[in-house]
């Protein structure tokens, strides 16, 4: 029993007490806690002793879920969570996971259909048998079922989080396996794709079979797929698959190429060898029988007359074109980041104290952060009004005048409500340094009416940044229906920044789309959404996205180094052109400019 397997089983309960129409507040206790153990950084049993007193501690954690844990770690199990399968049967939690169908559904499916698994609900859906339910239309219907293979089709990748949390210690392990000279994750993984369907090990050594013999015996392999000096597979008892490749040491960076990917990548790179009259592979590059290069990656590269294209940018999106030209990307770096734009505290749905959350920043040496809780339409995050940004924000100033080393801006998550308004009144949204804006609720709406909903929200003058701008939940749930064009450009229009979400479950925007928006001219924030001081390391993930989506350090603001920062932060927005509030396309320039210089503070 490991912390994840904790964290699965304090899921699945508050899963099965959402089905149960139980408390929220139980439901969000349970959440909670599954999210403090996935990101704690030591193993839980070390950390219990015999009573728990440690646990009980932990953020979120109290005595009764520090004796739940106990239990879990001593048996493997919950009896709580036997006793809810035994009222309604634990195969309705994958019913969950598909698109339009949520706890309630769930349950009146059970309940009205005797509808237990997700097969049973495909079957019901096809044959129209949903129709006899109350609430339920042909389109709802046929919602379900796209909603049905849409997860099929990604409930057999891994986020990026996850795979690296199986991955990275297999890759120590093997590590130790005689004549390895060099071993690094391949494929997707490397790419840092947000989803991964199976992991890639390559190692350069000499003689392949003591490695293989190590690999098939890693104590969390499930089954052996294959065997072999060169080539080996196996699924870990969590489903994933590893692939594991041995090379000699001349062949690693062709192989490495090759077992990098993009396949597209890969086959544009070869097609550029033929014109040369070369033959690139997984051994090396070769004129004829003649031997040209394959060490390195660089000298991959180098042979088609290119410079290096970091493994974030193979996807044949143009960046072969790029490396041609001298114009590949300079991307931004983690080490770039000079602050975290938006994280809750204890005030609302945060686990941790502000004092905790500032702390915790000073000591990753930023030189600014906001704190963003959320706004009272949320009640379930336990979303605050006017008065409580205003008891924050004293409680900020507070801070300022013991001089923390830091700017610590006032900022929150601002609701925007379903008809495009801020869930937050004027002389409120007034006392913050930051507005930011994300839709939390509503999102079966048209993609017309959700850009529009959105749109008005970015009219708004004080909004600064929006943020989650696809609300998907990688594995969860889709993203809403939006325009993500007309978005960009109202973005880079108004200089409203995007927000890059760094949480692996949501990487929101994703690469194509922050690809998108900055061809469009939009700029960019990076952060973590942090519910607790843990998820302050999560900054990585977003920067390797952003990286996906071919940005620079000059396209992320949060880089830039607090006196520039606040200058942008204190400088009027931009009054939306009539170009973006109609969606025309732009207008002219001179047009643009003029309007740009008008101040809307304040009005
Ligand atoms: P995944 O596992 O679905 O997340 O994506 P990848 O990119 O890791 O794909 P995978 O594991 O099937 O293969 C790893 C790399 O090997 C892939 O990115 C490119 C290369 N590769 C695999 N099959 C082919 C192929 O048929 N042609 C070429 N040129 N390369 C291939
Ligand atoms: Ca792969
Ligand atoms: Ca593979
Ligand atoms: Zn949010």
Redesign the pocket.
């Known amino acids: 029993m490991d912390n994840a397997d904790v964290a699965r089983i304090f899921d699945e309960i508050a899963d099965l007490l959402e089905i149960l129409d139980e408390n929220p507040f139980r439901v969000r206790a349970y959440r909670n806690a599954a999210r403090t153990v996935r990101v704690l950084g030591e193993p839980l049993a070390s950390l219990a002793g015999e009573d728990g007193a440690a646990l009980a501690k932990l953020p979120g954690i109290g005595k009764d879920l520090a004796g739940k844990i106990l239990e879990i770690l001593k048996t493997g199990d919950l009896e709580l969570r036997r006793e809810l399968t035994k009222k309604i049967p634990a195969t309705l939690l994958e019913m969950m996971r598909v698109q339009g169908v949520g706890p309630k559904r769930a349950r009146q499916f059970y309940q009205e259909l005797g509808i237990r698994t997700l097969q049973e609900l495909e079957d019901a859906a096809r044959s129209g048998r949903l129709l006899k339910l109350r609430g339920m239309g042909p389109t709802l219907q046929s919602r379900i079922l796209q909603g049905i293979s849409a997860h099929r089709a990604r409930a057999s990748?891994y986020r990026l989080d996850e795979a690296e949390r199986q991955v990275l210690p297999f890759v120590d392990y093997l590590r130790k396996a005689p004549g390895i000279e060099i071993i690094e994750v391949?494929?997707?993984?490397r790419?840092r794709?947000d989803?991964?369907?199976?992991a890639?090990i390559l190692v350069a050594a000499a003689n392949g079979r003591p490695i293989a013999d190590r690999f098939v015996a890693y104590p969390e392999v499930g089954r052996v797929l294959a065997q072999g000096t060169t080539r080996s597979s196996v699924l870990l008892q969590s489903g994933l698959q590893v692939?594991l490749r041995v090379v000699p040491r001349v062949s690693y960076g062709a192989a490495l190429h090759?077992?990098?990917?993009?396949?597209a990548h890969?086959?544009a790179v070869?097609a550029m060898g033929v014109k040369r009259g070369l033959k690139i592979n997984e051994y090396g590059v070769y004129k004829g029988a003649r031997r040209m290069g394959g060490r390195t990656e660089e000298e991959v590269y180098r042979a088609v007359g290119l410079r290096f294209v970091p493994p974030e940018l193979r996807e044949d999106r143009g960046e072969l074109e790029a490396a041609r030209r001298g114009r590949l990307p300079d991307l931004v770096e983690l080490r770039h980041i000079r602050g975290d734009l938006q994280m809750h505290t204890d005030a609302t749905d945060g686990a941790d104290s502000l004092e905790e959350m500032v702390r915790a920043c000073r000591d990753r040496g930023y030189a600014y952060m906001a704190i963003t809780d959320h706004t009272k339409t949320l009640r379930m995050a336990g979303g605050m009004e006017g008065a409580g940004f205003r008891r924050q924000g004293r409680a900020i100033e507070k801070l300022k005048e013991r001089g923390p080393g830091l700017a610590v801006f006032k900022s929150a998550e601002v609701d925007i409500l379903p008809d495009g308004r801020l869930d937050l009144d004027e002389q409120a949204l007034g006392t913050l340094d930051i507005v930011m804006v994300a839709v939390h609720s509503k999102f079966d709406m048209t993609e017309e009416a959700m850009t529009e909903r959105v749109l008005r929200a970015l009219r708004h003058p004080n909004v600064r940044i929006f943020a989650h701008p696809t609300g998907r939940l990688l594995g969860r749930r889709d993203p809403y229906p939006i325009d993500m064009a007309r978005i960009a450009r109202a973005a880079a229009d108004t200089g409203v920044l995007l927000e890059i979400d760094a949480q692996p479950e949501r990487l929101d925007l994703d690469d194509v789309h922050t690809k998108m928006a900055k061809e469009a001219g939009a700029r960019f924030v990076i952060d973590t959404d942090a519910h607790r001081v843990a998820d302050l390391d999560i900054m990585r993930f977003g920067v390797d996205q952003a990286r996906r989506g071919w940005l620079t350090a000059d396209d992320v603001a949060n880089t830039l180094d607090l006196a520039a920062f606040r200058r942008l932060i204190e400088t009027p927005r931009r009054l939306p052109s009539a170009a973006s509030i109609k969606g025309r396309p732009r207008a002219p320039r001179k047009r643009r400019l003029k309007r740009r210089g008008r101040t809307t503070r304040g009005s």
């Open positions: 990748r391949a494929g997707s993984f790419r794709c989803t991964v369907g199976d890639d692939d090759y077992f990098t990917g993009s396949k890969n086959i070869r």
